[in-house]
Structure formats: C-alpha cells, structure tokens
C-alpha cells in the first residue's frame, strides 16, 4: 500500500469514525438517556471486544511500526506460492476432466433413464 493509500484509508476510517459518533450524539440528544446509555454500553463492549482481537493486534503492530506477516524469508514463500500454485492448476484440470467425463457421460445415456 502506498502512503497515498494509507493515508486515504486512514482518512475514511477516521471520517466514518466521527460521522458515527455525530450520528450517535445526535441520536442520544434527541431520544434522550433511554437510548444513549444502553447504545453506548453495548457499543464500548463492542468496540472493546473487536479491538482485543486480531484486528486489535494488528493495529498495535501498524501503530509500533512492526511488520506483520510471514516468519519466512521471502524466498522459502515464493517456493510455498509456486507449488501451492502448481496444486491448483492440478486441481482445474482434474475439475475439467471429471466434468468432460460428466457430459460425456450424459450424452450417451438413452433418454429418459
């Protein structure tokens, strides 16, 4: 990601951030404590348990600058990518020729069998 797109994704979640708690202080103002203080409670549980998972700990890695990813060096994963690449394409043309054996199959079935 380029830093012309992190600093736009990081533009927009902070703007949706803050338009989310406009929305809700507004809500809150105009509905009265009936609604703010069981959305709220429920929200900060919210917020807390998504960010005391994974997405959390990859926020705390981007923040503290940590590159997330692989323990692998680059080249044993390029090597893991190539043959997981090469299962694949055995894998379509296994696909293709179970569905080749398929048609043939229904096209010398007699009719109504």
């Known amino acids: 990601m380029t830093g012309r797109e992190r600093f736009?994704?990081?533009?927009?979640?902070?703007?949706?951030?803050?338009?989310l708690l406009?929305?809700?202080t507004i809500m809150a103002i105009t509905l009265?404590?009936?609604?703010?203080?069981p959305v709220s409670i429920i929200g900060t549980i919210g917020v807390?348990?998504?960010l005391s998972g994974p997405v959390?700990?990859?926020l705390g890695r981007?923040?503290?600058g940590e590159q997330g990813g692989s323990d692998l060096p680059p080249d044993?994963?390029?090597n893991e990518l190539d043959e997981l690449r090469t299962r694949v394409a055995e894998l379509e043309e296994r696909a293709d020729f179970s569905e080749r054996m398929l048609a043939r199959h229904r096209e010398?079935?007699?009719p109504g069998s």
């Open 8 to 19: 736009s994704a990081i533009a927009v979640t902070i703007g949706v951030g803050a338009g």
């Open 22 to 24: 406009v929305a809700h």
């Open 32 to 37: 009265g404590k009936g609604y703010a203080i």
């Open 48 to 50: 807390a348990a998504v």
């Open 56 to 58: 959390g700990a990859a």
């Open 62 to 64: 981007r923040i503290s």
């Open 76 to 78: 044993q994963v390029l």
């Open 108 to 110: 010398t079935e007699p």
